[in-house]
C-alpha cells in the first residue's frame, strides 16, 4: 500500500542534543513537507521541498533543519538551537499542482523533552 | 497574511443531532480550500477540496461548501464514529503550502 510512514511515534530529546525524525513516502509524490502542531493551535510549516536537492523556509524554521537527497524521504532534525520542541510533528507529501487529493500525512511523531 | 479561523473551537452533539462547523479565511487569491479529519495521536485524513465559490462535495455524513469568505462542513445526522477534530486549511494562488485553522473539536454521544 502506498503512504507515508513516520519514525519514531515517540521521540525523548534531552537538553542540548539534536534528534532527526524520519520520513519516507512511496507515493512516488514530489513535494514533501513538515509541519508542527502544538495543543489549541494549527499545524505550522517547518520547511517544505518541491525538488529533490532542494527545500524551502517555512514559517518557523528556526532552529530546525531538513535534507532531501531522494524522492522518497525528507528527515527532520530538532536541532539544540530549537528552545521549545516538545510538539507533535507532521510529515505530508502531495503531488505538483494537483489538488484534488490535497496532502497526505504520515501518523506523526510525538517529541518530548526530557 | 493568509489566515483561517475556524468555530467553535469545540462542539458537542447527540447521535442524529445535525450542525455545522464554520471556516473563515482571508487570503490573496485562493487556490483551494480543504477540509481535513484527525483522529488523536495521528496524522489528518483528507476530505474534500473546494475551489470556488458556490461549490459543494459531499461524502457520507458530510457536505461541504465553499462562499469568498468562508465554508461550511455541514454533518447531518452524525454518529459517535464522527468523533474527531475537523481541520481547514487554504492555499493561495501563488504560496506552495497550506495554512491550517486550528481545528473544531467533535464530540458525538450515542
Known amino acids: 500500500d502506498g503512504g507515508i510512514t513516520q519514525s519514531p511515534k515517540y521521540l525523548f530529546r534531552k537538553e542540548g542534543q539534536n534528534v532527526t525524525l524520519s520520513c519516507e513516502q512511496n507515493l512516488n509524490h514530489d513535494a514533501m513537507y513538515w509541519y508542527r502542531q502544538d495543543p489549541g493551535q494549527g499545524l505550522r510549516l517547518i520547511y517544505y521541498s518541491q525538488i529533490v536537492n532542494d527545500f524551502q523556509k517555512g514559517d518557523i524554521a528556526e532552529g530546525y533543519s531538513v535534507s532531501r537527497e531522494k524522492k522518497e524521504s525528507f528527515p527532520l532534525t530538532v536541532t539544540s538551537a530549537q528552545k521549545n520542541p516538545t510538539a507533535f510533528y507532521l510529515c505530508?507529501?502531495?503531488?505538483?499542482?494537483?489538488?484534488?487529493?490535497?496532502?497526505?500525512f504520515g501518523s506523526g511523531t510525538r517529541l518530548t523533552v526530557v | 497574511e493568509d489566515q483561517v479561523t475556524q468555530s467553535p473551537e469545540a462542539l458537542r452533539l447527540q447521535e442524529g443531532e445535525s450542525s455545522s462547523l464554520n471556516c473563515s479565511y482571508t487570503v490573496s487569491g485562493l487556490r483551494g480550500l480543504f477540509w481535513y479529519r484527525q483522529d488523536p495521536g495521528k496524522g489528518p485524513e483528507f476530505l474534500f477540496t473546494?475551489?470556488?465559490a458556490g461549490e459543494e462535495k459531499e461524502k457520507e455524513r458530510l457536505k461541504a461548501t465553499l462562499t469568498k469568505k468562508e465554508s461550511f462542513l455541514h454533518i447531518t445526522a452524525p454518529k459517535p464514529e464522527d468523533s474527531a477534530t475537523y481541520l481547514c486549511?487554504?492555499?493561495?494562488?501563488?504560496?506552495?503550502?497550506?495554512?491550517f485553522g486550528a481545528g473544531t473539536r467533535l464530540t458525538v454521544k450515542p
Open positions: 473546494l475551489y470556488s
Open positions: 505530508a507529501s502531495s503531488s505538483l499542482g494537483g489538488l484534488d487529493y490535497g496532502y497526505t
Open positions: 486549511a487554504v492555499q493561495a494562488e501563488f504560496n506552495n503550502d497550506m495554512r
